[in-house]
């Protein structure tokens, strides 16, 4: 696969498919209303207590110029073999795939926009297991400190894979989920425009 950058943007969630994608998706837009983005302390897990273990944290680190997990649920630690919290959120991709999946995180974070990547995933045993992958941004209250909150979504249970690691990692489509807000921006109301997207084609790199 190869992907290439197109004008526009995948509107409100149209492209999501695994329902606790769907579920943490409505969610979130359920809290923001016409805000850009919720805050974290408006976030209850006792709301979503059905994909908990498939949630997290990240955030980007400036200093190492990386994102890392601030916390990482149960089922993303078993489909992966490892305990995520506290590494590296791109560890483990290539540098095109990783530099590609960088940029929208960024571009999440600066825009308040989510973004939505699925991906395919190798085991030792040599499974492979497509997942899909949400981002969110959110605000912490009473500052501009953005984080990203989403989940890992394996279209299979980690539990029947019987695996010890993940060994590959393939990127099959990542883009903008494009929502509608409005701000006040130094005393003007600012309406969110359309961000560019990431789509892919046949061909070209692996």
């Known amino acids: 696969m190869r992907i290439v950058e197109n004008p526009g943007a995948e509107s409100s969630g149209s492209q999501i498919l695994h329902p606790g994608s769907r ?3 409505c ?3 359920a809290l923001r209303a016409e805000r850009s983005c919720p805050t974290r ?3 209850s897990l006792k709301d979503l207590p059905e994909i908990v273990p498939d949630l997290f944290v990240m955030e980007r680190d400036h200093l190492r110029k990386c994102f ?3 916390l990482a649920g149960s089922r993303i630690c078993d489909l992966y073999q490892d305990n995520l919290t506290g590494q590296d959120v791109l560890a483990g991709w290539d540098g095109f795939e990783h530099t590609v999946i960088e940029k929208h995180l960024v571009q999440s974070i600066i825009n308040l926009q989510p973004t939505l990547m699925r991906m395919r995933l190798q ?3 040599k499974v492979q297991v497509a997942a899909e992958f949400l981002g969110l ?6 500052s501009e400190r953005l984080q990203i909150i989403g989940g890992i979504f394996p279209f299979r249970a980690a539990k029947d894979l ?3 690691s993940i060994v590959k990692r393939e990127l099959l489509a990542i883009r903008s989920v494009w929502t509608e807000y409005q701000e006040v921006v130094t005393g003007r109301p600012f309406t969110a425009q359309p961000a560019p997207r990431f789509s892919v084609i046949n061909g070209g790199m692996n």
């Open 23 to 25: 579920k943490l998706f």
């Open 27 to 29: 969610y979130w837009e």
């Open 41 to 43: 302390e408006e976030f």
């Open 68 to 70: 890392q997990f601030r």
């Open 123 to 125: 085991t030792d045993n």
């Open 137 to 142: 941004p959110i605000r912490m209250r009473g």
């Open 162 to 164: 019987l695996h010890h």
